[in-house]
T-cell receptor
Framework: DAKTTQPNSMESNEEEPVHLPCNHS???????IHWYRQLPSQGPEYVIH???SNVNNRMASLAIAEDRKSSTLILHRATLRDAAVYYC??????????FGAGTTVTVRA | DTEVTQTPKHLVMGMTNKKSLKCEQH?????MYWYKQKAKKPPELMFV???????INESVPSRFSPECPNSSLLNLHLHALQPEDSALYLC??????????????FGSGTRLTVV
């Protein structure tokens, strides 16, 4: 499995942007980069995904490095509801969504 | 309908009991998954169904038996479980197993306690 490396934890203030890094130096050309988050006592929730180009949706933005060996999830204005564990996952055509340890995001009011 | 529904939400069972977890989706997704999540750990993949056929079994003990009766339903049959099997069991689905360009939708899980 292609591995990803994320910081264990990050803190942010409410209404400030949050930049969550992910390293995936062994990524292959057809691997998709997916981000999910898991709020306490809930199942994981899809956030965003991309292949090569930067992506935006209503929840976040995904910035992908030109060599694809790293990516950054950007939450533009953190709210208390964004406190969660964020997972960066590489998905290949074997359709195995395998979770790493993730980054625990804390948002201060 | 954009949800994956799991029932029951909570289940307590004895080690000699037989029980089943149920997962349902009506999004037309053709891949469905079972995950197990222990406290403060990431979810671990157990099984993958692709077009109603079991395609991946991640070396899960036989006391866990998955079943996919149709494209909308996924069951996990439990028998002779151990206390260490207590966990949150998550179901997920995705559009097509060969297209990783789609997001996966997760249910809220069944909290299982084995006594």
């Amino acid at each position: 499995d292609a591995k990803t490396t994320q910081p264990n934890s990050m803190e942010s203030n409410e209404e400030e942007p949050v930049h969550l890094p992910c390293n995936h130096s062994t990524i292959s050309g057809t691997d998709y980069i997916h981000w999910y988050r898991q709020l306490p006592s809930q199942g994981p929730e899809y956030v965003i995904h991309g292949l090569t180009s930067n992506v935006n949706n209503r929840m976040a933005s995904l910035a992908i490095a030109e060599d694809r060996k790293s990516s950054t999830l950007i939450l533009h204005r953190a709210t208390l509801r964004d406190a969660a564990v964020y997972y960066c996952i590489l998905i290949r055509d074997d359709y195995k969504l395998s979770f790493g340890a993730g980054t625990t995001v804390t948002v201060r009011a | 309908d954009t949800e994956v529904t799991q029932t029951p939400k909570h289940l307590v069972m004895g080690m000699t009991n037989k029980k089943s977890l149920k997962c349902e989706q009506h999004m037309g997704h053709r891949a469905m998954y079972w995950y197990k999540q222990k406290a403060k750990k990431p979810p671990e993949l157990m099984f993958v169904y692709s077009y109603e056929k079991l395609s991946i079994n991640e070396s899960v003990p036989s006391r866990f038996s998955p079943e996919c009766p149709n494209s909308s339903l996924l069951n996990l049959h439990l028998h002779a479980l151990q206390p260490e099997d207590s966990a949150l069991y998550l179901c997920a689905s995705s559009q097509d197993p060969s297209w990783p360009s789609y997001g996966y939708t997760f249910g809220s899980g069944t909290r299982l306690t084995v006594v």
